[in-house]
């Protein structure tokens, strides 16, 4: 039990043996205490006035005597400002509460047993006709870190990702390396194989873009031009081939697949994504069609006259959505209705989140209103976190015109950048050229990981690499560096024979209350996060708590303290924070140096 909890049930001892009140948990409203008053905790008295017949301050002091009095092991003074009781809570206390902090191993988490809720949660989904990009880096790095977050909250986790693997696009890339590849291999060219087919992507768009002109100049108007250039009608016939099983569009399909999954797996590794479960929609595409049917037939959804169906969502206050094309070919809902019924069949799910971009957000929308239509108790259960874009400062990417900003290329970037950045503030002197190596590894992926998580999912946010590896804003080297200066005060104290005996014999700081008030918040922002579904709520508070200390270092020394227990206390504090700032860090994914 807490310190607030304790205070909690004090004062509802207290309103029940003094004025026979008896009050819910709720009622008990507390707050810091105003930095111009003296206390640690107040309790707002007002609630309480009523049932009392008293004035506010006397109902404050008749409390305060009462907390003093029946918790004095909690309570060492109080004071009554209006209908606000303050109260000092005494040294042991805050003692007593580092002692607990120190002694949970698995401090801020909640452990997952066999009752608890299963969480399906789906994010990266990309297209195997480019390599990722910056925008799946936000995917990514939010999905990863709501799934840390998600199981430290108690809940057993699934992470999935279903690749994009047919289409059209997939086609244009395969066309364009048939036309224009000449046998071209990542081997041979010695390119990442996501990238290599992305190149033919862009070649393929180059070489429309060039027969619509030529159409056009010939007398032929635009948008006939764009349905009848050469290369999308190839592309197009590249497609219908595949759906119907041609031995060697499918080879074909194979190989570059397989080069695309054999790059993406490297850029996964070096962003340390993992999943669970890999669907891919050439073997989930025709999922759906049965729950189409049986729409049909309960007269959820209606046929037109050229066969397509379409459930009307009208009444409901939205449009029309089509389900089955009139060709009987499945639609990307048709997919995701029969993929959320496979789901939640397979695993009995408790909730699935689908981590997909903002643009998306009628499409989710649409999704759970058809699957409750369709009887389906669990479409309640879905939720999409809906992101913002990442923007640069020239503007939106365009994968297509190839000015997209590659996933490889930017970590490569971000890492060379924190190595310049780190020499010139000689955060490198002194360690060997692999320990360096390791370091700007680090932080480089460190800085970028933290500059997307460090913003609320909603929000578009705008990306600038070189202000991301600051190393004193609200940056992850910020808080890296914290962390190896903490683990550099406690390799000196080892050597030297300093340990924390006896700290619990120290009377602490104001300041030093404030860092354990700030280590006890721990487990409650990562309760937050998880029900906000909200990585930046975890890397708010891992800076702040970064910022608190290296203030605090500021301020008073460690080691050079001649006070024994003093020292001690001093030095339990900062390993407790680089604990808590490690264990943070690490629900964003990001590791922390011993040495900076």
């Known amino acids: 039990m807490n310190i607030e909890q304790k205070l909690t049930a004090t004062v509802i001892a207290a309103l029940n043996a003094l004025y026979g009140q008896e009050v819910p948990e709720k009622m008990v409203q507390l707050q810091k205490t105003k930095k111009e008053f003296e206390g640690h905790i107040t309790v707002v008295v007002f609630p309480f006035v009523k049932a009392a017949r008293k004035g506010p301050e006397q109902v404050g002091a008749e409390l305060g005597e009462y907390l003093q009095k029946e918790a004095s092991d909690v309570v060492s003074a109080y004071n009554v400002v209006k209908g606000f009781l303050n109260l000092t809570v005494s040294n042991s206390s805050w003692i007593g509460l580092l002692n607990e902090i120190s002694a949970d191993p698995e401090f801020g988490f909640l452990k997952a047993t066999d009752e608890s809720p299963l969480v399906m949660i789906e994010y990266s989904s990309p297209n195997t006709n480019k390599p990722l990009h910056l925008g799946h880096v936000r995917n990514n790095l939010l999905g990863a870190s709501l799934a840390r977050i998600v199981a430290a909250n108690g809940n057993k986790v699934v992470k999935t990702n279903i690749v994009n693997d047919r289409g059209i696009h997939i086609c244009k890339s395969m066309y364009a390396w048939k036309v224009l590849g000449n046998g071209e291999t990542p081997a041979s060219s010695g390119k990442k194989g996501d990238h290599l087919v992305g190149d033919y992507y862009v070649a393929f768009n180059n070489l429309y873009k060039k027969e619509v002109d030529e159409l056009v100049a010939g007398g032929m108007a635009k948008e006939e031009a764009e349905k009848k250039a050469p290369s999308l009608k190839a592309a197009q016939e590249m497609l219908f081939k595949w759906e119907n099983g041609d031995a060697e569009v499918v080879e074909l399909w194979k190989t570059m697949n397989g080069w695309v999954y054999e790059g993406f797996d490297k850029t996964y590794a070096d962003l340390g994504i993992s999943f669970d479960r890999t669907y891919y929609e050439s073997q989930t595409y025709l999922f759906g069609k ?23 969502l009208t009444a409901d206050g ?38 997909v971009g903002n643009e998306q957000n009628y499409h989710f929308q649409v999704l759970k209103l058809i699957l409750g239509k369709l009887g389906f108790d669990w479409a309640d259960s879905i939720y999409h976190l809906s992101y913002g874009m990442v923007e640069l400062p020239e503007g939106k990417m365009k994968s297509r015109e190839g000015t997209v900003v590659d996933a490889d290329d930017l970590i490569a970037d971000m890492v060379g950048t924190a190595r310049e950045m780190s020499q010139e503030l000689g955060k490198l002197d002194g360690v060997s050229e692999q320990e360096a190596a390791a370091i700007c590894e680090m932080v480089g992926l460190g800085a970028l990981k933290y500059f997307i998580l460090k913003v609320d999912p909603k929000k578009t946010m705008l990306f600038d690499p070189r202000e991301s590896i600051d190393f004193n804003g609200n940056t992850g080297p910020f808080i890296q560096y914290t962390h190896a200066r903490i683990r550099s005060i406690l390799r000196k104290a080892e050597e030297s024979g300093v340990t924390t005996a006896g700290y619990d014999k120290a009377e602490l700081l104001p300041e030093e209350i404030e860092l354990i008030k700030a280590l006890s918040e721990y487990p409650a922002t990562v309760r937050v996060a998880g029900q906000q579904f909200a990585p930046s709520v975890i890397a708010a508070y891992a800076y702040d708590l970064a910022k608190q200390f290296n203030g605090y270092y500021h301020d008073h020394s460690i080691l050079k303290e001649e006070r024994e227990e003093v020292r001690a206390l001093r030095l339990m504090l900062a390993s407790e924070v680089a604990r808590v700032i490690r264990s943070a860090m690490a629900l964003l994914g990001i590791n922390v140096p011993e040495r900076m």
Request: with cysteine; charged share 30%; hydrophobic share 35%.
């Open 318 to 355: 939205l449009d029309r959505k089509l389900l089955l094309r009139g060709d009987g070919t499945s639609v990307y809902m048709t997919q995701d209705l029969g993929t959320a019924e496979q789901r939640f069949a397979e695993y009995s799910l408790d909730e699935h989140i689908y981590v």
């Open 290 to 312: 049965a729950l189409v049917q049986k729409g049909l037939e309960a007269g959820i959804f209606e046929t037109q006259e050229d066969g397509s169906v379409w459930c009307d």
